[in-house]
């Protein structure tokens, strides 16, 4: 079974700032996906980014991106220039490949953005 | 971008009564869709995962005759809570798996279930 690790509960930046969020998981496949999900006060998740196991290159996605190392199994996300809007728990989530995959989601890391 | 709606998105019901839930892709098709529930300030669990025309894959310890699933259409499935008791009140989110993009699940905004 997969199982997949946020080891800070809590983390806090200030406007413009850059910070990054942790995740590492456990797997035996070789091909898999990796995705940050946001959930704002609202409750409503919403996708961050995606990366693909098989695919050296690290996602971007404006200015979200991550630090994919698949020896290491730790795929952290880097959040630049934050911003209030910003402010969410971030939950890393790890998915198989096939046409059912069910996410397994770590513990989140709840992100506070200052003025 | 692909759209899931969640209906509806707060109940309140007395115990011993049932509940429906609605979860519809809007702009694609969507043979599976998932269920989970959502404890305050913790992660989510999935409860189980809806495959269209065919039954549920419940999750083990989530009861099947306590959270019935329907996914009779490629773009609804439903989740009924039957004979609802307060241990049963919590937020409850679906998502929908996009054919396309494969993989990526996107989901609704979620139900806030309070139950009396």
């Known amino acids: 079974a997969q199982t997949v690790t946020q080891s800070q509960p809590e983390m806090s930046v200030q406007e413009a700032e850059t910070v990054t969020l942790s995740c590492t998981y456990d797997?035996?496949?070789?091909?898999?996906?990796l995705f940050w999900y946001k959930q704002p006060p609202s409750r409503q998740m919403i996708l961050v980014i995606r990366?693909?196991?098989?695919?050296?290159q690290n996602a971007t996605e404006n200015r979200f991106s991550v630090n994919f190392q698949k020896a290491a199994k730790s795929f952290s996300l880097k959040i630049s220039d934050s911003q209030l809007g910003d402010t969410a728990m971030y939950f890393c989530?790890?998915?198989?490949?096939?046409?059912?995959?069910?996410?397994?989601f770590g513990t989140g890391t709840r992100l506070q953005v200052t003025l | 971008g692909a759209v899931v709606s969640q209906h509806p998105s707060w109940v309140i019901c007395k115990s011993g009564t049932s509940v429906k839930i609605e979860c519809r892709s809007l702009d694609f098709q969507a043979t599976t869709m998932f269920w989970y529930r959502q404890f305050p300030k913790q992660s989510l669990m999935l409860m189980a995962t809806s495959n269209e025309g065919s039954k549920a894959t419940y999750e083990q310890g989530v009861e099947k005759d306590k959270f019935l699933i329907n996914h009779a259409s490629l773009t609804l499935s439903t989740l009924t809570v039957t004979s609802a008791h307060p241990e049963d009140s919590s937020f409850y989110i679906c998502s929908a798996r996009d054919q396309q993009t494969k993989n990526i699940q996107y989901f609704g905004a979620g139900t806030r279930l309070s139950v009396l």
């Open positions: 989530a790890f998915g198989r490949t096939g046409t059912a995959s069910k996410l397994t």
């Open positions: 990366q693909e196991a098989y695919k050296q």
């Open positions: 797997t035996s496949e070789n091909n898999y996906y």
